[in-house]
């Protein structure tokens, strides 16, 4: 099939040859890794623990920070001989990255391209990747997309969050995810009407994969079922979840409704594609380049099935290192192997992330990423939370180093108001620590609004 063909020649020539004029090894590693995945546990292990000291190595020569806390603790690389040894090294938080600067960059880094994120915990945090992290991190996705059968160049359908991310695509970008037929649809302010329209850009483009947060998914969804509206017939084959914990009810009607596979995803743009489900089951961990350590509230490992911190260790490179990383989500590995026959690891369950969507004036729902993206650029920003009662009134909660730039305040309430009704009442307040929530978990995007506390396909019953 012509369909099929193009496929063939996006992903075996033209996106290969994209990643080469960007200096990108993706093509390459993407042939390491898959060997690699079928590796047997103590033969990946072994490669773990090598890149570990290949990396304790490099960091306490060119890495500031590290070299200083290994000459003062008295640490060599050759230390480093398991993965226990790594509870030699303290562990990482944002915050602590902030405050050191470039001395957590290393010396010999160049080239890097600077990234930003709000992160699952709500405190923002400004980094930069070198290229062969870049490679290694698109490396893992492609490998992980063709466990399900498709690829790179196959018709996608992006449903993402934030309207400032889509305004910022450039010409050129616009002309290479036309060449790689990835569209982008922004599924902020999810009117019945807005619903309507993005189920019929689904039948119209016939996507064959689908990729975005599984609440907005579900609300289509949901919105297709009520009103008859079949798309099994589309041939989509999979749906890949990202950014929210992937709940069951979420699953089984995104899988109903158009007639696909669903597959979660666990990673960020900091940390990296940590996990991705298999056909098997399995959320697969990509132990080539990372180490996941789970943790009590003490920073004690917990045995395998019992849930806890999450602490992400990427040994790609040294440029800016992510080392006994807190990702701020909680979860448990997998004690049992995959039926996949795959050597990787598993995490067994994921609790975090939770990123709550509030409710505009008009009933629709707005996904809380819409919010993300408007506040995390803001210089000297520790941490926010945006807090919903009801539909009329919203509390935005700024923990922030020295001075509001001038007319903030007004431009924030101006674009709240847009995505929420020009009716709504924002108040800021300013504070130095903003608390988490009951249980210690730290939502960025809080809604309370009574009837919200139902899954359902009504658009205000929607988030617990």
Not at 338 to 353: A, I, K, M, N
Request: charged share 25%; proline share 5%; glycine share 8%.
């Amino acid at each position: 099939m012509i369909d099929d063909f193009y496929t063939r020649v996006v992903s075996t020539l033209l996106f290969p040859l994209h990643e080469q004029l960007k200096r990108h090894p993706t093509a390459s590693l993407l042939r390491s890794l898959e060997r690699s995945q079928w590796w047997s546990v103590e033969r990946l292990q072994a490669l773990q623990l090598d890149r570990l000291r290949r990396l304790m190595s490099a960091v306490s020569q060119q890495v500031p920070y590290y070299r200083d806390l290994f000459r003062e603790r008295g640490l060599s690389p050759e230390q480093f001989r398991t993965f226990a040894d790594l509870r030699r090294l303290p562990l990482v938080e944002k915050s602590l990255i902030r405050q050191q600067g470039e001395r957590w960059r290393a010396r010999s880094a160049a080239n890097l391209v600077t990234q930003r994120t709000s992160g699952s915990s709500g405190e923002p945090l400004t980094f930069q990747l070198g290229r062969h992290r870049i490679g290694m991190d698109i490396a893992a996705k492609w490998r992980a997309t063709r466990w399900w059968g498709v690829d790179f160049g196959d018709r996608e359908l992006v449903l993402w969050g934030s309207a400032i991310e889509s305004d910022r695509q450039n010409r050129l970008r616009s002309w290479r995810d036309r060449l790689f037929r990835s569209r982008l649809v922004p599924v902020e302010n999810l009117t019945e009407a807005r619903i309507d329209q993005i189920l019929d850009q689904v039948k119209a483009y016939r996507p064959r994969v689908l990729f975005g947060y599984p609440s907005a998914m579900a609300r289509l969804a949901w919105r297709a079922k009520e009103r008859a509206c079949h798309f099994r017939e589309l041939g989509i084959r999979v749906a890949f979840t990202t950014s929210e914990v992937l709940r069951p009810e979420w699953r089984a009607i995104i899988g109903e409704v158009f007639g696909c596979e669903v597959s979660d995803e666990y990673g960020a743009r900091d940390a990296g594609l940590i996990a991705r489900q298999c056909p098997a089951g399995g959320l697969h961990i990509t132990a080539e380049a990372l180490i996941v350590e789970i943790l009590d509230d003490t920073n004690r490992p917990v045995p395998p099935g019992e849930t806890g911190h999450i602490v992400i260790t990427n040994l790609v490179g040294p440029e800016f290192p992510f080392i006994r990383y807190r990702t701020g989500d909680r979860g448990a590995l997998d004690p049992l192997p995959c039926t996949c026959g795959r050597g990787l690891p598993l995490l067994g369950s994921l609790e975090g992330r939770c990123n709550d969507g509030l409710v505009a004036l008009d009933g629709s729902w707005v996904h809380g990423s819409s919010f993300n993206y408007l506040l995390r650029e803001l210089n000297g920003l520790k941490a926010y939370k945006i807090v919903q009662e009801d539909r009329e009134q919203v509390e935005v909660l700024l923990s922030v180093d020295g001075v509001l730039p001038a007319g903030f305040e007004q431009e924030l309430r101006w674009a709240l108001r847009r995505r929420l009704g020009g009716g709504v009442q924002v108040q800021l307040r300013r504070m130095d620590l903003i608390p988490p929530e009951t249980g210690g978990k730290f939502r960025h995007v809080v809604c309370r609004i009574a009837d919200t506390t139902n899954a359902s396909p009504n658009v205000a019953r929607w988030h617990s």
